[in-house]
């Protein structure tokens, strides 16, 4: 199947191919050159590929990979276009409200997909590539991997579904990788239960020939039997779990914080300069984003942030937005020196905190209201 055979027609000019070989349909991600970051065409063709696929009995199960780069460290999906974010942040673009908008429904499509989605996260995987491969049937990572929501870095929160899956983590390990943003590698994917299964990734292009040319009984079979492969790398634990447990299971990041410069031991020193250097603001906008979402349904999650990254962009003036200057430092002027206001986690203000959580929609014309 070829991109003019979708209706409507593909749109984002080659950046997702779709492809179906036998009961498969293959989804690649063909932006190398940005490490296949979302753009909003890209999440529009995905939307509309699923869905033909989901009503297409001859689809008995999909998968997702990266495009390659020559002779470069391979990539899932780096996350959203935040250079796009940026730029039509202040323009006042009305597309980035659409971005966010589609990418949580796409994110909710594919954690309800009726057949089995097998998301290969071979290489860089973060946030927007966590939106599509934490909905997965099969998670698989390699020796490649390297996953991570690191949004605090920006100015932003673990968002695309973020606060349902970190706070599904084992223990606090949520709040740490929500906070930290620590990147990870596939067996420690897997350990913290945002993966299934680890490979080498030299299997890769096997397991593909092999679902292709062989009769499977039904969806289900796909499924099992891409767990059942050999080989399988063991899970490697993050350490160290019960200092993580204690430390981010304290009540504030202002706790999390006394506690960590308190420690003299390298992993709390470490962790306390990881945390100095992100958004005070947005620390506790994340503490606060998981700590409910525990509680949540994957929808309801989808739609408070969804208020949330409203709120990234619009409770400040857009040259005092967190998002904006954070995005600015990284990969506009790239001093990597972001001037967070406030600039310390002393001076935050609980209120400020507390606005996020605030819709600014009534329930019936939320953007995501739609949501199940």
């Not at 590929?49 to 199960?61: G, H, K, N, Y």
């Not at 020559?70 to 899932?76: M, S």
Request: glycine share 8%.
């Amino acid at each position: 199947m070829h991109s003019d055979e979708f209706s409507p027609a593909l749109c984002s000019g080659g950046q997702v191919l779709a492809r179906r070989q036998g009961p498969l349909g293959l989804i690649t991600l063909h932006r190398a050159a940005a490490l296949n970051a979302l753009s909003l065409g890209m999440v529009r063709d995905l939307t509309t590929v699923l869905l033909q696929w989901r009503a297409d009995p001859a689809v008995q199960a999909v998968l997702v990979q990266g495009a390659g780069r020559e002779g470069k460290p391979p990539a899932f999906c780096a996350g959203g276009d935040i250079r796009f974010f940026h730029q039509a942040a202040l323009a006042g673009d009305p597309r980035l409200e659409d971005f966010f908008t589609e990418e949580y429904a796409l994110n909710h499509l594919i954690h309800h997909y009726p057949k089995p989605y097998i998301a290969l996260m071979d290489g860089v995987c973060m946030g927007g590539g966590m939106g599509i491969s934490q909905g997965a049937s099969v998670r698989v990572v390699t020796e490649r991997t390297k996953m991570a929501m690191p949004e605090t870095n920006i100015g932003l929160f673990p968002d695309v579904g973020g606060g349902y899956f970190l706070s599904r983590c084992p223990g606090k390990l949520g709040e740490y990788l929500g906070l930290t943003g620590l990147m990870l590698s596939g067996v420690q994917a897997v350990a913290a239960k945002l993966a299934d299964i680890a490979l080498p990734s030299s299997m890769l292009e096997p397991i593909w020939d092999k679902l292709i040319s062989s009769p499977f009984e039904n969806s289900e079979a796909v499924e099992r039997w891409v767990l059942a492969q050999p080989g399988r790398m063991a899970p490697e634990k993050l350490t160290p779990q019960p200092q993580i447990d204690m430390v981010f299971g304290l009540p504030t990041v202002q706790a999390m914080l006394d506690a960590l410069e308190a420690a003299s031991d390298d992993w709390s020193q470490h962790t306390a300069k990881t945390l100095r250097a992100r958004s005070p603001l947005m620390l506790n906008v994340v503490l606060e984003q998981i700590r409910r979402a525990r509680g949540m349904g994957l929808a309801d999650d989808l739609r408070m942030e969804r208020d949330m990254v409203h709120h990234c962009f619009h409770l400040r003036p857009v040259q005092d937005s967190e998002t904006v200057e954070g995005v600015r430092a990284l990969a506009v002027d790239k001093d990597h020196s972001p001037k967070w206001k406030p600039a310390r986690v002393e001076e935050v203000d609980a209120k400020e905190v507390a606005r996020f959580f605030v819709s600014p929609w009534p329930s019936d014309h939320h953007p995501l209201r739609h949501l199940a």
